[in-house]
Structures are given as C-alpha cells and as structure tokens.
C-alpha cells in the first residue's frame, strides 16, 4: 500500500465545464449522451453503475451491476428476483444508481422506484446473454453460499452438458428491474472542487432543473 495518507490522494479535475445552456431538456436524452461520450473517451465499462437498495431491516446495501437498457421504463438492469437486491426490492422499491466516468470526470446520479418486468420482457433480456452466461443464471440463485471453486465448475460443467444441444429455457426467477428516476443529476468535475452540478427533478409537466452547490 501506498505509504501516502489517504488525504493526500487527490488531483484536480479539469477535463471540461458544464453550463445550464449545454444540457438537453430531456436528461434521459443527456444521459445518453454522456454515455456514448464515455465509451469513446475509453472506458472500459461506461455501463458498469453502483446500484443502492434499502434490507427490509433498514440496512442500506450497495454493490456493482451493468445498465442493459435505458428507455421509456428507466434504467434496466438484470437479476434474480430472490437475490439479495431483488429481496430489498421487493420490501423497499426506492433506489439508488450511480454511474462514474473518470476519463472525463463526470458522474451521473439518478434516484428512483424500481419495477420488476414482465415475463415476456425478461425472456427478450435472457435471449440476448451468450449461452454461457445463460447457463450461470441456472446452476444457483445469486448470493448463495457454494462449497469452493470446484463446486461451482462441476455444477455449470452438468448444466452445459444438458443444453449443449437445446436452448436454454428463461427462468421465472431472473429478469430486469425497471428503475424509473425521480432526479437525474449531472456532475462535472472542476478545479478547486468547484465542480458543475445540475440535478432534474421529476414534476407533473416534465422535467425542472436546477444548479447545486459542490
């Protein structure tokens, strides 16, 4: 580790500026594109997005997921329904999403309520992963516990063996989560921390926007 203090791990952000006049009306439309920037930029995985859920005890859990769709339904992303942020889901429907793009210093923030889709719309989602990555959905529910690496070989190594000539078929546990955001901020790192802060709200006739403070 580094024998630098923590403190002292900073440098200044002075890739770009963001002015009320430079963003779209629609900030799904924005979304989009600093989004496309993003990938051209480099990045690796501009859809990798920290996803926030509330435990039904109130414990609040935060983890890594990737954005498989932005539409009319909100930001999509894939799951079990039994997984542990399926199960916080279920009990708490707000949520949380951030998105993080260092080449550019920029951040997005979006909060909203999450919906589960509907069977047919989570089949066209499965349809789309790589066999492989079908077959992982099924030899165990996301988070349970396994005995060690060989276990879990052996288990897709059985479940590969049973599709290697079939499709595999959709399970009723897993699908996309719909989020439907209430705000969508932007963030756009700026020397002396005086970063560009724009957040929009959701109201009945659209959208309104509004500066923030660093």
Same mark, same amino acid.
């Given at each position: 580790?580094?024998?630098?203090?923590?403190?002292?791990?900073?440098?200044?952000?002075?890739?770009?500026?963001?002015?009320?006049?430079?963003?779209?009306?629609?900030?799904?439309?924005?979304?989009?594109?600093?989004?496309?920037?993003?990938?051209?930029?480099?990045?690796?995985?501009?859809?990798?997005?920290?996803?926030?859920?509330?435990?039904?005890?109130?414990?609040?859990? &935060?983890?890594?997921?990737?954005?498989?769709?932005?539409?009319?339904?909100?930001?999509?992303?894939?799951?079990?329904?039994?997984?542990?942020?399926?199960?916080?889901?279920?009990?708490?429907?707000?949520?949380?999403?951030?998105?993080?793009?260092?080449?550019?210093?920029?951040?997005?923030?979006?909060?909203?309520?999450?919906?589960?889709?509907? !069977?047919?719309?989570?089949?066209?989602?499965?349809?789309?992963?790589?066999?492989?990555?079908?077959?992982? &959905?099924?030899?165990?529910?996301?988070?349970?516990?396994?005995?060690?690496?060989?276990?879990?070989?052996?288990?897709?190594?059985?479940?590969?063996?049973?599709?290697?000539?079939?499709?595999?078929?959709?399970?009723?546990?897993?699908?996309?989560?719909?989020?439907?955001?209430?705000?969508?901020?932007?963030?756009?790192?700026?020397?002396?921390?005086?970063?560009?802060?724009?957040?929009? !709200?959701?109201?009945?006739?659209?959208?309104?926007?509004?500066?923030?403070?660093?």
């Amino acid at each position: 580790m580094s024998s630098k203090p923590l403190g002292l791990h900073r440098r200044e952000f002075s890739q770009g500026r963001l002015d009320i006049d430079d963003l779209d009306k629609d900030p799904i439309q924005e979304f989009q594109r600093w989004y496309d920037e993003a990938e051209k930029a480099g990045n690796l995985d501009p859809s990798a997005m920290a996803l926030a859920t509330v435990s039904p005890e109130g414990a609040p859990h &935060v983890r890594m997921v990737l954005l498989k769709a932005i539409d009319e339904r909100g930001f999509i992303f894939c799951t079990h329904q039994d997984s542990p942020k399926g199960k916080d889901l279920q009990s708490n429907p707000a949520a949380a999403i951030t998105f993080y793009w260092p080449e550019l210093e920029r951040q997005v923030r979006i909060t909203g309520t999450a919906r589960w889709l509907s !069977s047919e719309e989570n089949a066209a989602f499965f349809s789309t992963r790589p066999k492989g990555a079908q077959i992982a &959905v099924l030899i165990g529910h996301q988070s349970d516990p396994v005995e060690d690496r060989k276990t879990l070989d052996a288990k897709f190594e059985e479940a590969s063996r049973q599709f290697e000539n079939s499709d595999v078929p959709p399970p009723e546990n897993w699908g996309g989560y719909a989020v439907m955001p209430a705000t969508i901020e932007f963030w756009q790192g700026r020397v002396n921390r005086l970063h560009d802060r724009f957040r929009f !709200s959701r109201t009945a006739d659209g959208w309104s926007l509004e500066r923030l403070m660093p």
